[in-house]
């Protein structure tokens, strides 16, 4: 496996609380990404980062914000939880910004009652 | 929104047999990626065939691509038990830093 590690793998809270999941890579990869995955809808994008301190919003960053202060770690975090966003969630990250493969975490159940 | 989409959903063969899965996406690309996903694990990625490109192999995969039809398909020929898993198309449309657009995958069954 590439060197990334997600934590937790799993976790439940409650509706309303905050939630930090972090994403950390030992490859010195430029670009990191937050994915969710859903039963019908596949993978979808939350956010990336294109280098320390810099990221951009994906397809559902609605109620989610992201912070790069590190090129090892990738934090996703959950403003106020709701239970549309119990999902699974993966990181993934790659070296370059196109014509490559990503890698991918091992993911994060996550479970918002 | 999804750019790919796997077909079929679901499908389930006898250990032996090859599977054939197709995805069709909406918009040109730079690549497209085939992913493997095992049940509770992340994906791993199992071959990349570029826009200019017609067709790859990597031991018993064969994946082929007709950008006229913006359609690709991947073969796993002499199915083994261990294929079991969801196969996700992704492609890359070389624009800017926001990475892989996922289709919703196919899940594989083989039957021992």
């Known amino acids: 496996d590439a060197g990334i590690t997600q934590s937790p793998r799993h976790k439940v809270t409650e509706t309303g609380t905050p939630v930090t999941l972090r994403c950390h890579q030992t490859e010195n990869h430029r670009y990191m990404y937050w994915y969710r995955q859903d039963p019908g809808h596949g993978l979808r994008l939350i956010h990336y980062s294109y280098g320390v301190k810099d990221t951009d919003k994906g397809e559902v960053s609605d109620g989610y914000s992201v912070s790069r202060s590190k090129t090892e770690d990738f934090l996703l975090t959950l403003e106020s939880a709701t239970s549309s966003q119990t999902s699974v969630y993966f990181c993934a990250i790659s070296p370059r910004v196109a014509d490559t493969e990503a890698f991918f975490g091992q993911g994060t159940r996550l479970t918002v009652v | 929104s999804q750019q790919g989409e796997e077909d079929p959903q679901a499908l389930s063969i006898q250990e032996g047999e090859n599977a054939t899965m197709n995805c069709s996406y909406k918009?040109?690309?730079?690549?497209l990626q085939w992913y493997r996903q095992n049940s509770g694990r992340g994906l791993v990625h199992l071959i990349l065939i570029r826009s200019n490109e017609r067709e790859k192999h990597s031991g018993r995969l064969r994946v082929t691509l007709d950008t006229s039809k913006k359609s690709s398909s991947l073969l796993i020929t002499a199915s083994r038990a261990a294929d079991t898993a969801s196969y996700f198309c992704?492609?890359?449309?070389?624009?800017?830093?926001?990475?892989?657009?996922f289709g919703k995958g196919t899940h594989l069954i083989i039957q021992p």
């Open positions: 918009t040109s690309i730079n690549n």
């Open positions: 992704a492609t890359d449309s070389g624009g800017g830093a926001d990475g892989l657009t």
